[in-house]
RNA sequence: GCCCGGGUGAUGAAAUUGGUAAACAUGCAGCACUCAAAAUGCUGUGGCCUCUGGCCUUGCCGGUUCAAGUCCGGCCCCGGGCACCA
């Protein structure tokens, strides 16, 4: 027997399997495909520790099992190489990121070379490749023409160290993922990815996924779905609204008379002058007369329609103090027309000061009709750097807005706190509201707010907070009123104050809340931090359940009290020990006709314990109701009932009668023990959680009380019912946001679309793709929110696609997710230059069958992958609507410390090294051995040589061989549950217990004097996908195969070869193990049973008793149960 | 706080529908081979006791059952996701 030499057997195999070609998947097969797919790899400077391989090496095997199983076996490889660590290297050593990467991908390509995997390396991919990214640019460009991509001006969070702006799921804990800098918010132009409209179905295609409950739930959690309704609560405050025409309108047409009277019944004030002009408009005219005639103060509202717009664009220009708002409704800043030309575009000066109209207005809301006629291409110079400027892209009733009703225009106008709830049966209780700081409508307010320096200063401190501190530590409610103006409640008609508060976040729902004091555990604590109003709007109702009322009883109702009587120094509370009752209750009592419930509390406390001398510290929340038989007085109680704390301050007490003395005793208990020991109480768990939390908010269901008509009923029931009278809107509502898709920096694919001034922005022709990324001398990001590609003028000008004038391309780029979405798909046909992958070879190989890659993907990669998948599926492109049908997570390997593996530990471990020492094949078997594949490990290299030592052991079973030898029958049923175990435990990745199972069989073997050839092939090939270098070895030098052990079928088993003749019985007597004895299989019950009655040890462990029970499970055991 | 996982020897772990808890491996102890060591092989290895045998043992307490790591109820601890999300 040769030495077994690892180093060169490995390296002899992976030479001969490239050479072979052994691994090249054929697309023409007939055989039924399998899909095995890893997550591929970033591949960064420091190459692989042993952690990463672990997922490679699963899908290694599962590949190569399903190969030999006669499918037709995909298993790709390629490299996610755009993103912020090549650049930020690339700055540091001044090399090109592209150079660095190229050489980073040979360094891993070596490392997972040595590993022996089975990769197609005909298909490998690379995101930055221009022939990879024009097709991520053309799926960006679909997404823009379907409206799926758009610019947003809202502030982003912005990481002031990586110089970008971040989505939401980059962010951990309110920082910045990769650098750990506290994140800014930042207003400036973005793109972003319209991922919200398709929440609902990322939410509910993941039930039918063969994915790890954690992930999903990881996906639940991310995308955040609520259902509840929104309203809109009016602004009190009083407006003059100046209302502008259109070209041939008049005050007389369209929606202004409805629009007019709309106002007026709000007691707005409303001017609606007849421009001069109207058939054949001169524009300075017009304008002349506005700011001659009109009302033009900070309380004024301006609207105008098409024509109108561009009068009051030019009136708000011209304005020497700010308007209120300005309201554009289809108006032009351009001469640009999709559908005809108007005859006023020549005469109107189209020269624009746009930093004059965003100062002269405090907020700018522009209204465009999505199928508008006008080319909808410059609002954005309008709203760039505006705070609280607003594109709203609405359905007009009419064409161009000229229906006599835009409800769309008047709800523009309008000033109004829209405010999202789940729960809107409790809106009668909204003695509040609340902005988050960063809230517009602030801006809009300004000059209603009194006290605007206050509201100011909170609001700048709160954009200074990071979300860590706002969301962190003691969460003590801060927040400013709004004074001078308040809201109404659309339900009760009430008016309520208006807070800022930073507990309302901005980018969730409306910014806005109806703070309902009574039934949210926040706005309680916001309540009573500021004193205002908390009303009791559903009362919790309790039934008790030990004495629960009695149907066809009288009702009776009845006020009481419960009395928590707190010890003066000690943390107990006051409680009675009935006499002749199983009880132990609080001190309770009715409250008599024309008394209050302090009046009646002092009273049975005195009447029952004698104590006297107490303070009272306050009612513990609202009523409650509860129902229950009075068993003494045969009537059913419902009782609504008040908890009352008092403190005493001394023990002091007076004689109690007689009387109370038979009933009850006092006694003092543990404040904490509370809960297990009262009994019974209905409302007991309300006191305990008001007691322990200090927070009073009712958060269940219950009764609807103090809600006008809605009194008395299940507030389950009334939900929708109080939306729609109140004339709210059922909403759902998601935390997962749209998805921030702009990097302000150079390693990423450029967007590809084009910025013109006539056409505004266009998307770059399909011809014309990809948008190559050019070189640049200097890779620092700019840090003004512009991508280091803005300083490259002959990349950045060229002409507009659609009119040939001087253009500018976008400079911002996409992040890294973006090449990552979709990667699955280009292994299919990975050089095709006309399509992004064939339609017939889509159809052939998706869906993905297995996809192996970390957890930490769960949010992110996983939730866009899914997002562009289902996009490319509503475009045709790809055939299933999910592209992962089964998912795994490796779990991660630590350090032999038990840290995780890091430079700053010192504990990582080198592939390489251990590759080196003991062979890839001891390598990939030890890291399936570990544990479960799902669980965490930690490294220990005395486990890995137990392992290199069954390898060995293989491996020296040849000297064993003999063609004489028998299959001998012991070995022969082992060998057979062998081949059972192991092709299960592959297919369910079990593989620690399939490699324990090859094991088994090898220890078997060895016991034998000679061997089969057969079963140690059989051996062999079990072996193969663990160990393929050892097990391809022996399988073509010492069995002299030809053709590759990967290529060779998987071995079956026979199922009535999978058992021994003879079987174990145990006999169990009173259930308790008492003896075990062998008996052939084919033996019948009775034999058994009679067999474990004769035994010496059963007989003496029944002794005299009666047999009452034999139970018999077949081939397992007795049990025998004897009288008493 | 809410929602998911998970708790078994000295260690990594195993255990179909409830049916002999600790397979396989590591470590440790002893033995064989050897001048010696390494390597290899063999034996032992949950705890306690009155030791040819018995009692206890799968985070804790209780329940169902002839029989519970597995099912039910209550609690404790660890890991992960979300979190002032209305």
Request: include cysteine; charged fraction near 25%.
């Amino acid at each position: 027997m040769k030495h077994y030499d690892h180093a060169k057997i490995e390296k002899k195999w992976q030479r001969q399997w490239e050479k072979d070609g052994t691994y090249k998947t054929s697309d023409r097969s007939k055989k039924p495909t399998q899909y095995v797919l890893d997550m591929f790899p970033y591949p960064s400077g420091v190459g692989l520790h042993v952690g990463h391989p672990k997922g490679y090496i699963a899908t290694d095997i599962y590949s190569r099992f399903k190969r030999m199983n006669g499918y037709n076996v995909l298993h790709p490889i390629g490299w996610d190489a755009f993103g912020l660590p090549a650049e930020n290297y690339a700055i540091k050593s001044k090399t090109q990121p592209k150079k660095t990467v190229k050489e980073n991908v040979r360094h891993y390509k070596k490392q997972l070379g040595m590993i022996g995997l089975d990769y197609d390396w005909s298909r490998e991919i690379n995101t930055t490749d221009p022939a990879y990214y024009k097709w991520t640019q053309w799926i960006f460009l679909q997404m823009f023409k379907k409206g799926l991509a758009y610019q947003s001006y809202e502030p982003i969070n912005w990481c002031p160290s990586c110089k970008t702006g971040l989505a939401n799921e980059d962010l951990e804990d309110g920082k910045c993922e990769r650098c750990g800098s506290d994140v800014e918010q930042k207003p400036m132009r973005q793109w972003v990815l319209k991922i919200t409209d398709y929440a609902d179905r990322l939410l509910s295609d993941l039930t039918d996924l063969d994915w790890p409950e954690a992930v999903k739930e990881s996906q639940r959690n991310w995308i955040g779905r609520s259902e509840g309704a929104e309203f809109s609560f009016p602004i009190t405050q009083k407006n003059h609204y100046v209302l502008l025409h259109g070209f041939s309108s008049t005050p007389k047409k369209d929606f202004w008379p409805w629009l007019t009277r709309e106002l007026q019944q709000r007691g707005h004030t409303v001017e609606i002058p007849t421009l001069p002009k109207t058939k054949n408009p001169d524009i300075e005219k017009q304008v002349q007369h506005v700011l001659a005639t009109c009302h033009l103060t900070e309380n004024t509202i301006l609207v105008g329609h098409s024509l109108g717009g561009v009068v009051a664009q030019r009136v708000t220009e011209r304005l020497k103090a700010p308007i209120k708002k300005l309201v554009l409704v289809a108006s032009f800043t351009r001469p640009e027309f999709k559908d005809h030309d108007r005859p006023f575009a020549d005469s109107i000066d189209w020269d624009w000061d746009f930093d004059r109209i965003r100062d002269h207005a405090r907020r700018i809301v522009i209204l465009r009709d999505e199928n508008d006629p006008i080319v909808p291409s410059r609002e954005a110079d309008l709203l760039s750097s505006a705070t609280g400027g607003e594109l709203r892209s609405v359905v007009a009733r009419g064409g161009h807005f000229g229906a006599p009703r835009e409800p769309e225009i008047l709800t523009a106008a309008l000033e109004e706190m829209r405010v999202f709830t789940t729960r809107p049966e409790t809106i009668y209780g909204a003695t509040y509201a609340v902005l988050a700081p960063e809230h517009a409508l602030l801006n809009e307010l300004r000059p209603n707010i009194t006290n605007w320096p206050a509201v100011e200063k909170y609001r700048e401190k709160a954009s200074k907070k990071t979300t860590l501190e706002r969301t962190s530590e003691q969460k003590e409610k801060t927040g400013v009123q709004l004074e001078g103006v308040t809201a109404k409640n659309p339900a009760n008609g009430e008016d309520i104050p208006i807070y800022s508060a930073d507990y309302v976040m901005t980018n969730y729902g409306t910014g806005a809340i109806m703070a309902v004091p009574a039934h949210d555990e926040r706005d309680w604590e916001f309540a009573r931090a500021f004193g205002l109003p908390i009303r009791q709007v559903i009362r919790p109702v309790r039934i008790d359940t030990t004495n629960p009322p009695k149907e066809g009883t009288t009702e009776s109702p009845r006020n009481v009290v419960h009395c928590i009587v707190k010890h003066p120094s000690e943390n107990k509370v006051l409680t009675l020990t009935w006499k002749g009752h199983d009880w132990h209750t609080l001190i309770i009592g009715g409250v008599e006709e024309g008394e209050s419930a302090e009046e009646a509390a002092r009273r049975e406390i005195l009447e029952e314990t004698g104590y006297k001398n107490l303070t009272f510290e306050g009612q513990l929340g609202d009523e409650v109701k509860a129902h229950f038989y009075a068993a003494h007085k045969k009537v059913n109680r419902t009782s609504f009932t008040k908890a009352l704390v008092f403190r005493l301050d001394d023990l002091e007490r007076d004689p109690i009668s007689e009387e109370e003395e038979a009933k009850h005793t006092p006694e003092w208990t543990m404040l904490e023990g509370l809960k297990d020991t009262i009994h019974p109480c209905a409302e007991l768990d309300i006191w305990v959680h008001r007691l322990q939390t200090g927070n009073y908010a009712y958060t269940g269901t219950g009764e609807v009380v103090n809600s006008g008509g809605w009194n008395g009923m299940s507030s389950e029931h009334v939900t929708d019912l109080i939306t729609q009278t109140v004339g709210g809107v059922s909403r759902v509502t998601y935390r997962l946001n749209d998805w921030v898709f702009s990097r302000q920096r150079y390693w990423g694919e450029p967007i590809p679309l084009i910025h013109c001034r006539t056409c505004g922005v266009v998307p770059v022709p399909e011809r014309d793709l990809p948008v190559e990324l050019p070189d640049v001398k200097s890779y620092e990001p700019t840090g003004t929110g512009e991508s280091p590609l803005a300083a490259i003028k002959s990349w950045v000008n060229t002409p507009c696609p659609s009119c040939g004038e001087p253009a500018t391309r976008e400079t911002n780029t996409m992040p890294q997710w973006a090449g990552s979405s979709w990667y699955y798909l280009r292994y299919l046909d990975p050089a095709n230059s006309r399509k992004l992958v064939s339609p017939n070879k889509e159809r052939h190989w998706m869906p993905v069958d297995l996809y192996v890659g970390g957890m930490e993907h769960a949010a992110r990669h996983l939730i866009y992958a899914r997002f562009w998948h289902k996009f490319l599926y509503d475009i045709d492109v790809v055939s299933t609507t999910e592209p992962f049908a089964r998912l795994k997570n490796p779990g991660m390997i630590a350090g032999s410390d038990g840290r995780k593996m890091s430079k700053r530990w010192g504990n990582v471990i080198n592939p390489d090294d251990v590759i080196h020492e003991h062979g890839a094949d001891a390598f990939r078997t030890y890291e399936m051995f570990m544990g479960p594949f799902e669980q965490g490990g930690v490294w220990s290299t005395d486990n890995l040589i137990g392992v290199k030592r069954f390898l060995e052991r293989v491996w020296r079973l040849q000297d064993k061989l003999a063609d004489t030898a028998p299959a001998v029958p012991g070995t022969e049923s082992l060998l057979h549950r062998t081949i059972k175990k192991v092709s299960e435990d592959i297919t369910t990745f079990d593989f620690n217990t399939a490699i324990s199972a090859l094991m088994m069989l090898s220890n078997a073997l060895e016991k034998e004097e000679a061997i089969n050839p057969d079963t140690y092939a059989t051996l062999v090939v079990l072996l193969s996908p663990f160990a393929p270098h050892l097990s391809e070895e022996i399988w073509r030098s010492i069995l002299k195969n030809k053709r590759s052990v990967h290529l060779q079928s998987w071995p079956t088993y026979n199922e009535t070869k999978l058992l021994d003749d003879t079987v174990t019985i145990a006999v169990q007597v009173n259930g308790k193990i008492r003896d075990e004895f062998a008996i052939e299989r084919s033996a019948s019950e009775s034999d058994v049973l009679a067999a474990a009655r004769k035994r010496e040890k059963v007989r003496h462990w029944v002794g005299e008793s009666a047999v009452v029970r034999e139970i018999y499970v077949p081939e397992k055991l007795v049990s025998i149960v004897t009288a008493s």
